[in-house]
């Protein structure tokens, strides 16, 4: 079946631009997750949405940083007023339910890669 | 000090060969493990979890050992397919989804 995709696979902007990136989960998987990955970072958890819940932000960076998910599928990262420090590979995730399972394993889309300029 | 730390390499090892990978986690809280590989420019893919008695799948074996707070991987017989970075990844069980991934570390296997 289809996996994660996301959108767009590269975006580059100006320095001060607001950007959206989209995330599709896998279809029926009540959790998805953002992570980001900078040069010399790693991967860092920004947010969590499951089901109904009201999602964790507990990693989003700054208040510049937002998301939403509607209808509990579709999920929109949004980046106001980027800046340079915000250019990294944005990646989605999603898994069956939430929990310490593997068979809540976590499935990665492709990611996009943001530069800004 | 990270909560997943582990050795980035380069590893850099012939067709064949036997390569561990070691990862250490700061919370004792951590309830579950995990190896994930990620191929360049690609997203990381799960590869195993680790169970408290040690698991293997196929030339894959990884164990714990939570009283050193310790996560390995060792892989044999390595084939040109398993260049990559392997990422050892925790969850605690105070912050159910939130995966926390050390850095990774990156192996070559040259034929």
Redesign the interface.
Known sequence: GAGVSQSPSNKVTEKGKDVELRCDPISGHTALYWYRQSLGQGLEFLIYFQGNSAPDKSGLPSDRFSAERTGGSVSTLTIQRTQQEDSAVYLCASSLVLGLDSTDTQYFGPGTRLTVL | RKEVEQDPGPFNVPEGATVAFNCTYSNSAS??F?WYRQDCR?????LM?VYSSGNEDGRFTAQLNRASQYISLLIRDSKLSDSATY?CVV?R?S??????????TQLTVWP
């Open positions: 309830q579950s995990f690609k997203e990381p893919k799960l979890s990422l969850i069980g912050t159910l989804g939130r995966l926390y991934f050390g850095r990774g």
